[in-house]
């Protein structure tokens, strides 16, 4: 299941390069409105599509490593978010483009650090929310809640009532993530409900607002600039944080499984940096809403590898809620004349 990480990654972060001419150090012009039609949203909900899948294999992923290591989930999310920097220092080096992805960054500073501020929150109050309610109920609320808040912001940016279609679209999507989410996880949280209920909300609003603030920054900086800028934010507050949390709570810090080590490396090399690479080339080209259902496809991934792989058994109420998620991804690019850019 780890292949399914392998994705298009290298040409997504080389294809940019080529289509900038001397007088760029990172930045990227911004698109011509014309040029988000249907072809472009497409080749948008791929890359975030795929992005989806890769952060599917996130929950097995954990899993495995816990059950090898004992390992608590903050400080998996600790040490995925080390590997992900590292890895992504190393192809700047490899490439030549670390002092203009720092000069890139810097420049445009405090969307860089609101981007990666807000994903590190996303990500350490989902793993928070997991461990006090259980996977079932964060990934519904954190993950349901994104697209809503969207769509609320965009409909009260616009001054206007979202479209029949949208709507429709992003009900067909919670309907399903939900159906998906109460088949795929049996497992319960262990601490405040309340609490977690708090963090998942909390989560899924740190979630929208980092799609919707990276969108825009997409076309400012080319995509190997972002996903390092942003990734190394974020483990900023990651690291210190999970790392702490463990102590605290008196969890092991020390793995003497080689396979976990080896799906820790997967967990940051591809689930953090190339994912989010992924994520950032797709919001060049699709609105932030739209990206957020599309990413839906990761509880839809974490299924089917479950099943396939986990001995999980596939119930109708799993099949209708992936087909729901499915249909409402697809209605996403159908409907692209109603997409502009952000």
Do not use: N
Request: charged share 15%; hydrophobic share 50%.
């Amino acid at each position: 299941m780890w292949l399914l990480g392998r994705s298009r990654i290298p040409t997504v972060l080389a294809g940019e390069q080529r289509t900038r001419g001397p007088e760029h150090t990172g930045a990227v012009d911004e698109p011509r409105t014309g040029d988000v039609g249907r072809p472009a949203v497409w080749r948008g909900l791929a890359l975030v599509s795929t992005a989806g899948i890769v952060w599917g294999t996130i929950g097995p992923g954990v899993r495995l490593v816990h059950d090898g290591s004992r390992l608590d989930p903050l400080t998996i999310s600790a040490y995925r978010s080390i590997v992900a920097v590292a890895v992504l220092f190393v192809v700047c080096l490899g490439r030549r483009r670390l002092t203009a992805c720092w000069v890139s960054a810097r420049r445009h500073w405090r969307q860089v650090a609101l981007v990666g501020t807000l994903t590190a929150i996303f990500q350490m109050l989902f793993f928070i929310a997991v461990v006090l309610t259980g996977v079932s109920v964060t990934t519904v609320v954190s993950l349901g809640l994104a697209p809503l808040l969207l769509l609320v912001l965009e409909s009260v940016r616009r001054r206007r009532p979202p479209s029949t279609g949208k709507a429709v679209t992003i009900a067909l999507a919670v309907i399903g993530l939900a159906l998906v989410s109460i088949t795929s996880s049996p497992v319960s949280g262990s601490g405040d409900r309340t609490l977690g209920v708090l963090a998942a909300l909390g989560s899924g609003a740190a979630y929208a607002l980092s799609a919707q603030a990276a969108a825009p920054l997409t076309r400012d900086l080319d995509t190997m600039s972002m996903t390092t800028a942003t990734t190394t934010v974020a483990a900023t507050v990651l690291v210190p944080c999970g790392l702490a949390a463990t102590v605290i709570r008196g969890a092991p810090l020390g793995i003497s499984d080689a396979r976990s080590w080896l799906l820790i490396a997967y967990l940051g090399a591809v689930t953090m940096a190339a994912a989010y690479a992924l994520l950032y080339a797709g919001l060049r080209h699709t609105p932030s809403g739209t990206a957020v259902v599309a990413t839906l496809l990761e509880p839809v991934t974490a299924l089917a590898i479950a099943v396939l792989f986990l001995d999980e058994h596939l119930t109708a109420t799993g099949a209708a809620g992936s087909l729901l998620i499915l249909a409402a991804i697809a209605s996403l690019g159908w409907r692209a004349d109603e997409v502009s850019p952000q």
